[in-house]
């Protein structure tokens, strides 16, 4: 069989491809590289397709060319924060993309369609987030995501396209672009300290997550296809313990081996605490999830991040929307 993993160069998509590729698939990563990087394209049986999913003859003819039995599709710009101002290019991205993917799997008779969602369509809603609750998402990240979730539910119904959605959140590791200044909280810490710089935390600190190693959710979002119970449901998928953004920054600093130094900065919009159940990904797949402590994460993360040093991405230059905006990150040329 032949797999579609768009997004496979980038952090949590490539080690989902790599697991792919391990277990013996032909697997096809699509990918623009505006997040990711080739040499995070390790499988020997993965071939790598520089494009988007915003394509839409580019992808109709990877389905012709492929014959793809099933698609994960993780490709997204993923910065929930920012996307209160990029509002026409995060649903461009977010969910039309994923809609030409959709079309292309029921049009090419795709098994089964995989879709990383987020947490972020819970919102602001009763701890632990579970997958019975209504989600309420209060940015256009996670209307976004909800929205395909919606999309593919109504999918299945109309043309019988099976589905599986994973709600990971704050997922952190080895391949993680500690360079994007916007999102991933762990990475930004890490490149900071590297760059001889303070952590900056927006308000107090005291907001909370649950922060989840890439090896406990990487091996159920791959495997999920070939556990019939799990066809077309939704899981919450990571880790359990939430800890603060003040007590992360510790966390980190000490991996690193450096005094945590802080600089605060004007807290912005955001969901002060969210953290999910994992009942139910464990009753159906709970041999392929993990539970990595999060000192022995950082650890492993911080071992990677000194061999591939510090690095740097550009600012986003396509902001719509400036009113409001954090003022760390208003210096953007519009």
């Known amino acids: 069989m032949t797999v579609l993993v768009s997004g496979g160069a980038g952090f949590i998509g490539s080690h989902v491809a790599e697991q792919l590729d391990a277990a013996g698939e032909r697997v096809v990563v699509l990918d623009d590289l505006s997040g990711g990087l080739a040499e995070n394209v390790v499988g020997k049986n993965t071939i790598l397709v520089r494009g988007s999913v915003t394509d839409v003859a580019l992808v109709d003819r990877l389905f012709a060319e492929h014959r793809f039995s099933h698609v994960y599709h993780l490709a997204a710009y993923a910065a929930e924060g920012l996307?209160?101002?990029?509002?026409?290019?995060?649903?461009?991205?977010?969910?039309?993309?994923?809609?030409?993917?959709?079309?292309?799997?029921?049009?090419?008779?795709?098994?089964?369609?995989?879709?990383?969602?987020?947490?972020?369509?819970?919102?602001s809603n009763q701890l632990p987030m579970t997958e019975a609750l209504t989600p309420r998402p209060e940015d256009p990240y996670g209307i976004g995501k909800y929205a395909v979730e919606l999309d593919l539910a109504a999918a299945h119904e109309m043309f019988?396209?099976?589905?599986?959605?994973?709600?990971?959140?704050?997922?952190?590791?080895?391949?993680?672009?500690?360079?994007?200044?916007?999102?991933?909280?762990?990475?930004?810490?890490?490149?900071?300290?590297?760059?001889?710089?303070?952590?900056?935390?927006?308000?107090?600190?005291?907001?909370?997550?649950?922060?989840?190693?890439?090896?406990?959710?990487?091996?159920?979002?791959?495997?999920?296809?070939?556990?019939?119970?799990?066809?077309?449901?939704?899981?919450n998928i990571g880790a359990d313990?939430?800890?603060?953004?003040?007590?992360?920054?510790?966390?980190?600093?000490?991996?690193?081996g450096v005094e945590p130094a802080v600089r605060f900065l004007e807290a912005r919009k955001e969901v002060v605490h969210a953290y999910s159940s994992h009942d139910k990904v464990r009753r159906v797949l709970g041999d392929l999830t993990g539970n990595v402590p999060l000192d022995e994460g950082i650890a492993r993360m911080a071992e990677w991040v000194r061999a591939v040093g510090s690095r740097e991405s550009g600012r986003f230059t396509r902001v719509e929307v400036p009113k409001n905006m954090p003022p760390s990150w208003a210096d953007f040329s519009a």
């Open 83 to 123: 996307s209160h101002f990029i509002r026409h290019y995060n649903y461009e991205n977010n969910v039309l993309g994923s809609v030409n993917l959709i079309n292309a799997s029921v049009n090419h008779g795709v098994k089964v369609f995989v879709f990383t969602s987020s947490i972020a369509v819970y919102g």
């Open 160 to 235: 019988g396209l099976d589905y599986v959605i994973f709600r990971p959140h704050n997922v952190y590791g080895e391949r993680q672009n500690i360079g994007d200044r916007y999102r991933n909280v762990i990475g930004i810490f890490m490149n900071q300290i590297l760059r001889g710089e303070a952590m900056t935390i927006f308000g107090d600190g005291r907001q909370t997550r649950a922060f989840s190693y890439i090896a406990d959710v990487a091996p159920a979002i791959a495997q999920c296809v070939h556990r019939p119970a799990a066809l077309n449901e939704v899981f």
């Open 241 to 256: 313990q939430p800890y603060s953004v003040l007590e992360l920054a510790h966390a980190v600093a000490k991996a690193l």
